[in-house]
């Protein structure tokens, strides 16, 4: 155990590759650093290989996968699943645009209209707070079922095959509202907000300049939830794009993985499809694995770049008066 | 005249013969930029939630799409039968709400655990590389998560029977007509897959207590558990019982992917993997009635709403403004 | 009590926006939900179609003048590269004789259930749809999606005697009677194999390799002795591979008759006369083959994860460690199979049984006209061209001529490098079959051989028989959910069945089973006495 009398430099400078670091004052103990390091280390493997092995049976050969299942170690490798779907590339091109579009704007948008209806019924003194904050929980819980629901987006709104329909349904997720509401009420000081009134600061003012600024980390993680929720989402595709629209990467990419569950849902169907005599193409192992890569390929490498400025945010916060 | 002088009771103010009307446009008029910054998400809500609610009516008709939604017959609760005259509905709604209960509290216990332990690792860059890890098997859909959950169970090929279980001298098992794995084996895939998610919603409010709580604390001694216990916990709490309300309200609510994609709807398993949303779905394919998914969407609704109603009545009564209505 | 007060009054905004806003959408609304289908009401509709103006007087017989239309055909498959080319090329055709367009809408498998449900809540614009005894036709028509096609006093006439008379001409007569729901059609069959039969299909090869002799080989017991021989010389393989609604205890091997929606429990026998209703898991039969499954399962025959798996057949014979799968068969299956798994000479199919005919095969594969549709007349019309018509059948089914398929000669074509363009697999859906030209690698006389099968069979005494079960929806869920949970791992000798069986049929008790059979035992009878 490191002696807090040994000579070491601080957390705060560093001077060559393994000074010695001294042990803050509130800090866990070695040993319960190091179990905890030992815990996860193993955890982040049980969460990692899995990833690899996706990758690495879409570099697979076919043949060697329907016989022996998946393995770390193929008989053979061939990129052939990658051929075989980026063979038609402006299809993934197109939809990767629609992807991309879609989920840059929806989260900014999203990010700027739910923040602020959660300051508003996060305020003590607004008196209707309860309402609006009832009558956007409410929301969560009772839903009219999907055919209402397309009705209203199609028959109604007419937005069936447009880039809105694809952003428009997830701009305002309770859940995130809630929990914006949560941090601004219980992280911002009121006395900050009474102060910048008593100094006549408008309202709007001061949700700009003063909650915003002080809200990064639940903001960035609500962005980043949102992120992933606009760039997974394959279902508004599914129900709203007809099949010679524009759709987004995971729909595309799902969309043969959904026949795959047509087959499992029901037997009586494939036993009459089979009486029929008709056989449905499903994509190969690999080929499933290669979609999978595709899908997710791009939010983990956004999603690893961002991490910076994420914790730096998330950080930031933390750093108070 | 003030209106908003809060010791002139009401009695009094509606003896001036001014009803609750000024009072409310008077709220309105104060605070009116609130309610502009409000408008563009209450018009979603109504455009995306409100009006589709109307169609809950499906729920009670018989659909002739001929007559329409509007024309077509009343039925009263007939939709509604499949959810409670058989058996199959007790078996669903236990293993729903056992299944999601699990959810609640072995996503509680483990994130939380998770969240302290990130923000205590003494290595900042290693806490942020494991939560990234923890994240990724977020980022999978279900149908490869099920791939990877049969690579793993198969029978013929799977990793349990092919390697792990012969090294502790164990027979194969045939894990896809065996009921009684499952339960585990699903809280486990379900944890693994999304306990990321709820660990970064933790740990973002620890990263806000102010640094001075605890050392304050130090100073008066207080032990790592005790600082946790005390500081960590409390501060925190707010946060906690809202992701723990709206679970609870969500407690009807099955995953679908979950128990339809991973199980392979292995009609073996349906004992201990059935739930409410794959037996609707079940039942939609074969008789492809929209009233009888309207009903259990309702039912799922309205046992989500008075269940969330009590605990949100509970929570009140202990500490009123972490209510979430 | 301000709180509430003002609660209140904000939901009485709220309700009134709402009421506002619905009244403003409510024109559109009830367009489209409360106002029957009548082209002429229908002139403003407002979703997307490919609808263009309005339709003529739908009783205006083909020679009268027709006002342009378009009409939107929806079938199961993937949206073909050159579908525009092959529209505009069918279009030459169509134009001229109906004055109408064709517009090809595919939809895939995997979204079928969920787009083509929504697009008939939501009464969207569209002619024709695919649909199939197993793809909810009768709870379909039943709920009014599909339009009657003979109903003399429906509104729009008998669709088939005005319009369809090459279809009345070329389909069997079976075909209708088999699918028609209490003697009204709301779907045209396609005219292909009408019968059913089931065999094996088997790598004669590898059969020839280790000296097996499959002459002997009628029945399924005696595949005993030849999987054993399979497993013991050669490991390596799967000798049996099964999957989910391909076993022994399939329709087209056990020869049930499900009388409709095989969804709904309660069977007659294909082989037999008697009328008496049963339930599959008390027959002889049933718990003779279901036994027999175990039993090859218990040899280690069948692969292991029967229940689980997804890899059709097909697939599964592709992949080159498949000795012998089952198959509903026809003439040219095994060569067909063989064609698809590049297998070319190494499969050979052995019938277990007789073809027969029942409901299920009639109405396995049907084009209905929905209740949405802008021009019945018109729809029709096309349908009936899909069935006469060569050239436009050919072309919407295989392309081009010359472009995406060479004439080799005759009625024999080959593929070309464009042929994955456009490539429906869909000649088992669209009219008739026996217009499509041949592969070069099948049989010649393919077609001649299919009506010599089709003569062949012997109708079940249900045949045209549709349960309806509207009256037993309840009911209906309960016994499905009982029945999913058991019969893919029973089929599939995954289970034991000597444990299992009296809970399943304990289960089904209580689910409705005897209310069900009672019921459609009732309407068969009733049928029955109708047809003396």
Not at chain 1, 17 to 36: V, Y
Not at chain 3, 125 to 131: G, L, N, P, V
Not at chain 3, 363 to 376: F, N, R, T, V
Request: charged share 20%.
């Amino acid at each position: 155990m490191l002696s807090q009398t040994e000579t070491a430099i601080g957390p705060s400078g560093r001077t060559g590759k393994r000074a010695k670091r001294q042990r803050q004052p509130n800090e866990i103990s070695n040993i319960s650093n190091l179990l905890i390091n030992i815990f996860f280390w193993i955890y982040t493997a049980i969460c990692v290989v899995p990833l690899i092995l996706v990758i690495i049976v879409s570099f697979s050969d076919e043949q060697s996968v329907v016989q022996h299942g998946y393995s770390f170690f193929p008989n053979k490798w061939d990129i052939s699943s990658y051929e075989f779907l980026l063979k038609d590339y402006w299809q993934i091109i197109d939809a990767a645009a629609v992807s991309l579009f879609v989920t840059v704007v929806g989260t900014i948008l999203s990010l700027v209209i739910m923040a602020m209806y959660a300051y508003p019924i996060s305020r003590g003194d607004f008196p209707h707070r309860n309402f609006f904050s009832f009558f956007m929980f409410f929301t969560l819980l009772f839903n009219g079922g999907l055919v209402p629901w397309y009705l209203a987006y199609t028959q109604m709104m007419h937005l069936k095959d447009t880039l809105w329909i694809l952003i428009m349904p997830l701009l305002v997720s309770a859940f995130f509202v809630i929990i914006l509401r949560t941090f601004f009420a219980n992280t911002i000081p009121p006395a900050l907000v009474e102060s910048a009134k008593i100094d006549g600061a408008p309202e709007f003012r001061i949700f700009v300049q003063i909650i915003l600024p002080l809200s990064l980390p639940v903001l960035a993680t609500v962005g980043l939830f949102q992120t992933l929720a606009y760039w997974n989402d394959w279902y508004l595709s599914l129900i709203f794009i007809s099949p010679e629209g524009h759709v987004n990467l995971q729909y595309l990419m799902y969309k043969t993985m959904l026949n795959v569950q047509f087959l499992t849902a029901s037997p009586q169907a494939m036993a009459a499809l089979a009486a029929q005599g008709v056989e449905i193409n499903l994509p190969t192992e690999t080929v499933r694995m290669a979609m999978a890569v595709i899908g997710i390929g791009p939010i983990v490498f956004v999603y690893s770049f961002f991490q910076k400025y994420f914790i730096k945010g998330l950080t930031v916060g933390a750093v108070k008066g | 005249m003030s209106v908003t002088n809060p010791s002139v009771s009401l009695s009094e103010v509606k003896k001036r013969g001014r009803g609750r009307v000024p009072n409310f446009l008077r709220v309105m008029k104060k605070y009116w930029v609130f309610y502009l910054m409000m408008l563009p998400a209450i018009i979603i809500l109504i455009i995306n939630n409100y009006i589709p609610m109307l169609g809950t009516v499906i729920a009670f008709k018989d659909i002739n799409y001929q007559k329409g939604i509007l024309g077509s017959d009343w039925v009263g609760f007939s939709n509604f039968k499949y959810l409670f005259s058989t058996e199959t509905a007790w078996i669903i709604t236990r293993n729903t709400l056992l299944y999601n209960t699990a959810f609640i509290v072995l996503t509680l216990f483990f994130s939380l655990a998770f969240a302290i332990m990130f923000n205590e690792m003494r290595s900042r860059w290693l806490s942020k590389f494991h939560q990234s890890a923890m994240f990724l098997p977020y980022f999978l859909s279900w149908v490869v998560v099920s791939y990877l959950v049969y690579g793993f169970l198969s029978a013929e090929h799977g990793f349990m029977n092919k390697t792990l279980l012969p090294f502790f001298g164990v027979d194969p098992i045939e894990w896809y007509s065996q009921s009684q794995y499952w339960p585990g084996i699903l809280v486990i895939v379900k944890l693994w897959k999304e306990i990321g998610y709820t660990t970064v919603i933790y740990m973002a409010a620890i990263i806000g207590i102010d640094h001075e709580y605890y050392e304050a604390a130090l100073i008066d001694g207080a032990s790592k558990w005790k600082q946790i216990r005390k500081i960590t916990l409390p501060l925190i709490s707010p946060v906690i019982i809202v992701m723990t309300l709206l679970q609870i309200g969500r407690i009807f609510n099955a995953d679908f992917g979950l128990f339809f994609q991973v199980t392979r709807n292995a009609g073996a398993l349906y004992s201990t993997t059935q739930v409410i949303d794959t037996y609707v779905y079940q039942t939609f394919l074969a008789i492809g009635d929209i009233g009888m998914s309207s009903a259990a969407g309702l039912v799922q609704s309205i046992v989500g709403f008075l269940l969330i109603f009590l605990a949100n009545l509970a929570v009140r009564r202990i500490s009123k403004d972490d209510a979430l209505f | 009590m301000k709180a509430i007060r003002t609660s209140t009054l904000l939901t009485l905004m709220l309700i009134v926006v709402l009421s506002l806003s619905l009244a403003g959408c409510g024109g559109n609304n009830g367009n489209n939900e409360g106002a029957s289908p009548a082209p002429s009401e229908n002139a403003t509709a407002t979703n997307a179609a490919a609808t263009d103006e309005p339709a003529a007087d739908p009783t205006a017989e083909p020679e009268k003048k027709l006002d342009p239309y378009t009409v939107k055909l929806i079938y199961v498959g993937a949206v073909q590269k050159d579908e525009q080319v092959v529209e505009d090329a069918i279009n030459k055709l169509l134009e001229p004789k109906i004055n109408a367009k064709l517009d090809i809408a595919p939809i895939d498998w995997g979204p079928w259930d969920n787009d083509v449900n929504l697009k008939i809540a939501s009464q969207e614009k569209f002619d024709i749809i695919f649909t199939a005894q197993w793809k909810n036709y009768v709870t379909n028509s039943a709920k009014g999606a599909y339009l009657p096609l003979n109903d003399d006093n429906g509104k729009y006439g008998n669709l088939l005697n005005e319009y369809g008379q090459g279809i009345l001409k070329n389909l069997d007569p079976q075909f209708l009677k088999g699918s028609a729901i209490n003697g009204v059609n709301y779907a045209v069959p396609t005219n292909k194999e009408l019968a059913a039969q089931g065999g094996i299909v088997y790598r004669s090869d590898i059969a020839d390799e280790l000296g097996i002799d499959m002459s002997n080989v009628k029945t399924i017991q005696d595949l005993d002795a030849v999987l054993k021989v399979v497993k013991e010389k050669r490991p390596d393989l799967t000798p049996l591979y099964f999957k989910q609604g391909e076993t022994f205890n399939s329709q087209y091997m056990a020869q049930y008759d499900t009388l409709g929606d095989a969804s709904i429990p309660g069977v007659l026998l294909k082989d037999s006369s008697d009328t008496k209703i049963q339930s599959m898991i008390e027959l002889d039969r049933y718990k003779e083959i279901i036994k027999l499954t175990r039993e090859y399962m218990k040899k280690g025959y069948i692969n292991k994860d029967a229940a689980v798996a997804t890899n059709s057949t097909q697939d599964a014979m592709k992949a080159g460690n498949v000795f012998m799968t089952v198959q509903s068969l026809k003439p040219g299956k095994d060569s067909e199979l063989a064609n698809a798994t590049g297998l070319v000479g190494k499969l050979k199919q052995i019938a277990f049984n007789e073809p027969t005919i029942s409901t299920s095969d009639a109405a396995g594969s049907m084009l209905a006209i929905s209740a949405s549709s802008g021009d019945p007349a018109r729809a029709m019309m096309v349908l009936d061209l899909l069935h006469t018509d060569k050239e436009i059948n050919n072309l919407l089914v295989f392309g081009v001529k010359g472009v995406h398929y060479d004439v080799v000669s005759g009625d024999t074509i080959k593929a070309t490098e464009k042929t994955g363009d456009y490539n429906t697999a869909a000649a088992w859906m669209l009219g008739s079959q026996f217009l499509n030209p041949v592969w070069e690698s099948e049989a010649p006389d393919k077609w001649e051989q299919f009506k010599a099968f089709n003569s062949k069979g012997k109708a079940s005494v249900a045949l045209g028989f549709n349960f309806d079960a509207s009256s037993m929806k309840t009911e209906m869920a309960a016994c499905k959910a009982v029945m999913d949970e058991y019969d893919i791992s029973l089929d599939t000798g995954s289970v034991d069945p000597d444990t299992v069986l009296t809970k399943y049929a304990d289960k089904l008790k209580k689910a409705g089973l005897d209310k069900i059979i009672a019921e459609k035992q009732k309407q068969l009878d009733a049928f029955l006495a109708a047809q003396k």
